[in-house]
């Protein structure tokens, strides 16, 4: 023990320490991990230690010899109501389905859900066909369950289980996130050593044995919340500074920082690239680093600055938006969950008597919440850039923090402006076809960002369910072209083209609308369907009825005679830098012939109506002569579109084509002199 000791001051350990983390988690990173498992029929039994039901949706993590991500669809309300019964966490389960690969993010610098699920050792998704619970949950297993069961019951019980465990996937957050402050859901050190505080207090009688409950409480309570990043640094925190005082190591507080730090990546190396992971030491780091003032409302602003300032690169590389209110927000929100709230929920636990004032708070919280986000002017969009950037960024931040150089944060603005404004330094264009499934979707961004573009929103037909199927949290495309355009520096659409009312064209057209600035609105010239008037009726001083371009040339093609809705689409030529690209909506093969009287040669195609066999005229084909053809068609879709006999076309014709089914987002960066493609995966 006493070689211990000394080895645990002797800073050259720290060193060596560190860097073989640094080795061990690089070394994870670029070893490839191979599954047990082959895609295709299986039966798996494990445990089931993360599920969720929302409508008819099961969502289910099973541990087996690996880990398993399984998805299932109820099919009658009374087998939802019995495994909602009876489906706990730790429950042994036999299912049987389909294994296939998870797939990875349709648009450039989204969530990829397949990065996410390797991350935490996942290979695999399980298209349930059958499940049966074969072993009740047992031993700490059922007191976790009780505890979740308690918490639901209880009302507002997504509040508390989010509060107290940190689990928010039965809330809607997105105002919270967009306000700053979801760290607040996020259980952390503040939370662990009010809990400790609380736990000594009632087992002060025992002694020097309190210690072990403390200690005792602390894992069961990082078992509860599911081992998060973030909870087992501020467990191991406590745990090191225990035996820092019981030992006499006489460590000091950045020695124990890099010793929690190294025991979570030694054991998860891929812990690094988890959120919380990052936000938590981070922010820890630099604020046990920092003297704040005595008096308690500067020294609160400080900390608020300061977190923000360490976090903000974080935040603009995965949500491409910062908001600089919520070094505000956080001085109302901080103390009222810190000091009310989150003491409150363990008061109503105990006291049902308390429900009104607590419902009184969250009712607060909420409207709070809501009346922030709705301040806009405060979020700021930052591309996606290299992280050499974000490497200058901090080492002007650590001037600051810790050389008091008030100099260099003129240099930390200076830096952040030209994040911000360097994609539009570019005289390049852009064209992106996005990939939104079985739908249309065109980006058109002109030189320096002068002007933008959509073609098109992509949408989901949606056919009326039972109120049991109807789930709560479903990703909304919106968001993702949203995210999408914020990483590439684009925070509003000069012009939004609607080439035809279907939803696989318009039906993202109303969620856009209401999430981004979008100055006009562009529409066929066909009687208007229920969607297209309810885009006229709520935004009818956006419509324009003539298509106008400062930065392309838009040449409208359309056929006005068309009598159904597919062949009213507008068909545009739009041009750049002597290449252009034939837009063509839905239209039939005879619509096609008709062009044939028009100057519509051009450099790309974008395909009919998903590639469907009663487009693509061969004369038309053989007129456009497009070097490229683009399919807009979703994978595995239920028309089976692209036709076999369009694609055999365009192979005839010696015409190159790509399809978003298997190629995702496909984009040409277009320069005075060359075009470039370029397509999100192979």
């Known amino acids: 023990m006493q070689n211990w000791k000394v080895l645990l001051q002797y800073n050259r350990f720290y060193i060596i320490l560190t860097a073989l983390t640094i080795f061990l988690v690089v070394f994870a990173f670029i070893t490839p991990r191979n599954s047990i498992y082959e895609e295709g029929i299986t039966t798996i039994e494990g445990k089931v230690i993360a599920y969720k039901i929302d409508g008819n949706f099961l969502s289910m993590t099973v541990k087996s010899k690996e880990k398993v991500q399984a998805f299932y669809y109820f099919q009658t309300e009374e087998e939802k109501l019995n495994y909602q019964k009876h489906l706990e966490y730790g429950v042994i389960i036999r299912i049987e389905g389909i294994l296939e690969k998870p797939e990875s993010n349709s648009l450039p610098n989204t969530f990829n859900y397949q990065k996410y699920l390797y991350y935490q050792k996942i290979h695999y998704i399980l298209n349930v066909n059958q499940l049966e619970i074969t072993k009740p949950a047992t031993g700490i297993y059922f007191l976790k369950n009780w505890i979740y069961q308690r918490l639901y019951h209880l009302e507002q019980g997504d509040y508390l289980v989010a509060m107290i465990l940190g689990n928010t996937s039965h809330l809607n957050i997105q105002d919270v996130k967009t306000n700053g402050i979801s760290h607040l859901f996020a259980v952390s050190g503040m939370q662990i050593t009010l809990l400790a505080k609380v736990i000594a207090g009632l087992l002060k009688r025992f002694g020097p044995k309190k210690d072990a409950g403390i200690l005792l409480f602390l894992w069961f309570y990082a078992f509860l919340v599911g081992f998060t990043p973030s909870v087992m640094r501020a467990v191991l925190s406590w745990c090191y500074q225990w035996l820092n005082k019981k030992g006499q190591w006489n460590l000091n507080k950045t020695q124990i920082f890099l010793l929690v730090l190294c025991t979570i990546l030694l054991v998860q190396p891929f812990a690094i690239m988890n959120l919380g992971f990052q936000y938590s030491f981070l922010i820890s780091f630099v604020l046990m680093h920092m003297k704040f003032s005595k008096n308690y409302v500067k020294s609160c602003l400080e900390i608020s600055i300061a977190s923000f300032l360490v976090s903000l690169p974080i935040t603009a590389m995965n949500f491409y938006s910062i908001n600089i209110l919520s070094v505000l927000w956080n001085l109302f929100f901080v103390p009222f969950v810190t000091f009310v709230l989150f003491p409150l929920c363990f008061l109503y636990i105990l006291f049902p008597f308390l429900k009104d004032i607590f419902i009184g708070c969250i009712t607060l919280f909420e409207i709070t919440n809501q009346w922030c986000a709705n301040i806009s002017f405060g979020i700021i969009t930052i591309p996606k850039v290299f992280m050499l950037w974000w490497g200058i960024y901090y080492l002007l931040l650590g001037c600051v923090f810790q050389f008091q150089k008030r100099t260099c944060f003129l240099f930390i603005i200076i830096l952040l402006i030209i994040i911000k ?118 935004y009818s001083n956006k419509i324009k009825s003539n298509i106008s371009s400062s930065s392309f040339q838009i040449s409208d093609l359309t056929i006005a005679a068309a009598t159904n809705e597919n062949d009213a689409s507008l068909v545009l030529q739009i041009s750049i830098y002597n290449q252009s690209f034939l837009m063509t909506g839905d239209i039939s093969q005879k619509i096609e012939e008709k062009l044939l009287t028009k100057e519509i040669t051009s450099t790309i195609l974008k395909v009919a109506h998903h590639g469907s066999k009663d487009s693509s005229n061969i004369s038309f084909l053989k007129t456009v002569a497009p070097t490229y053809a683009i399919i807009h068609v979703g994978k595995d879709n239920r028309y089976n579109h692209p036709a076999k006999e369009t694609l055999a076309k365009l192979d005839k014709l010696g015409i190159s084509y790509l399809m978003t089914s298997n190629k995702k987002t496909i984009w040409f960066e277009i320069s005075p002199s060359w075009m470039k493609l370029f397509y999100l995966t192979s």
Not at 446 to 462: C, F, M, N, R, S
Not at 480 to 502: A, E, M, Q
Not at 506 to 533: D, F, P, V, Y
């Open 421 to 538: 404004y360097q994609c539009k330094l570019t005289n390049h264009a852009y064209v992106y076809f996005l990939d939104v499934g079985q739908g249309d979707a065109t980006l058109f961004v002109a030189p320096h960002q002068k002007e933008v573009i959509l073609l098109d929103t992509g949408g989901k037909i949606t056919y009326q369910q039972e109120s049991w199927k109807i789930r709560e949290q479903q990703i909304d495309q919106a968001d993702l072209i949203k995210t999408f355009l914020n990483s590439i520096g684009i925070s509003s659409i000069d012009t939004l083209i609607l080439s035809h009312g279907d939803t696989d064209h318009a039906g993202n057209a109303m969620s856009l609308l209401e999430k981004m600035s979008i100055h006009n609105i562009i529409m066929n010239r066909n009687t208007k369907n229920t969607l297209e008037q309810k885009i006229e009726n709520l």
